[in-house]
């Protein structure tokens, strides 16, 4: 019996055509593009049911909400096909690869998320490889993770960020080793998937929560922090230099974020670097952090810190439980450290 596919075309570069102001999403347009490219068709081909989003997004207008209509989609149809594939605009394809694979608990299908950087309207174009591959992925191997596909690579979702605004090869998992990766052959790495205990799927959606990020640099001000730091913000990712470090000869900045972490904002330190963990112990002036009660994001993306926190909060954990899950590995997210 042929394998079946569910699609959920959210919008994004893959299904756009050229208007007078730029590329934008076109309704119905993707659809009839793909009922006349032949490979789809082919019997060697799972089936797909296509579920065209209105309106369809540029993913820069993506929202919290919209990755609750997504997962709930996703559940919906769960039982009735094989895999899943999320078609998708890579501005924030991270962002949303990260939530859903939060979202969706005991996943045991594959999510293929993907999209393109030149869309199918164009002769030239990553469109049609990315979308053949990642319905054939999604159709025909049990992988239990929310994966994203892209340039011949496929990754864990919460492990990605988009590494190029130009080249076909937009995304990566800097900390994280390829789930599989496609040439003459598709191979799937088995021994590094994040297999759940779970036999059923939960569906945790997300609530309206104030969560942000902050990026560190020099000469930054301390009352400037501390106005991004106020109530209502509960949660926020501060990325630091390096293993962990902000400039701890700033006094002013120190009691700025000593006095949110007081007053129960939830503050997780990730590195601006690709690659790495935070180790706050490493430096004074990332030991500084963990005094005031800052706590360590490990090698977790920005990406993944946030929607993890939107997660935390959204299951309703008190603000102390929200501050030792962050450091707890949950969906594949976090490599924890094995040092004491
Ligand atoms: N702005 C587009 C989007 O994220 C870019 C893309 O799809 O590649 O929807």
Known sequence: ???????????????????????????????????????????????????????????????????????????????????????HGTDTMAYTASALSFMLEGLNKPVIVTGSQIPICEVRNDARGNLITAILIAGNYNIPEVCLYFGDRLLRGNRTVKVSADELDAFNSPNYAPLGTVGVDIKINWDLMHWNKNEKITIHEFAQHSIG???????????????????????????????????????????????????????????????????????????????????????????????????????????EEIRKLMQINIAGELTPTTKE
């Open 213 to 319: 990020t902050l990026r560190i640099f020099p000469g930054i001000r301390a009352d400037v922090v501390e106005n991004i730091l106020k109530p209502p913000l509960e949660g926020v990712v501060l990325e630091t230099y390096g293993a962990g470090n902000i400039p701890d000869q700033n006094e002013a900045l120190i009691e700025v974020l000593q006095k949110a972490c007081e007053q129960g904002l939830v503050i997780v330190a990730c590195t601006q670097c690709l690659r790495g963990t935070v180790d706050l112990g490493a430096y004074q002036a990332g030991a500084v952090l963990e005094k005031v009660g800052v706590i360590s994001g490990f090698d977790m993306t920005t990406e993944a810190a946030l929607t993890k926190m939107y997660y935390l909060f959204s299951r309703g954990y008190k603000v």
């Open 1 to 87: 019996m042929r394998k079946r596919v569910y699609i959920a075309y959210t919008g994004g570069t893959i299904g756009m055509t050229l208007s007078k102001e730029g590329y934008s999403p076109a309704p119905g347009y993707l659809k009839m593009q793909m009922e006349n490219i032949l490979e789809l068709q082919s019997g060697m081909m799972p089936e797909y049911t296509i579920n065209e989003y209105n309106p369809l997004l540029d993913s820069a207008n993506m929202t919290p909400e919209m990755w609750v209509a997504i997962a709930q989609d996703i559940a919906d149809n769960y039982h009735g096909y094989d895999g899943f594939v999320v078609l």
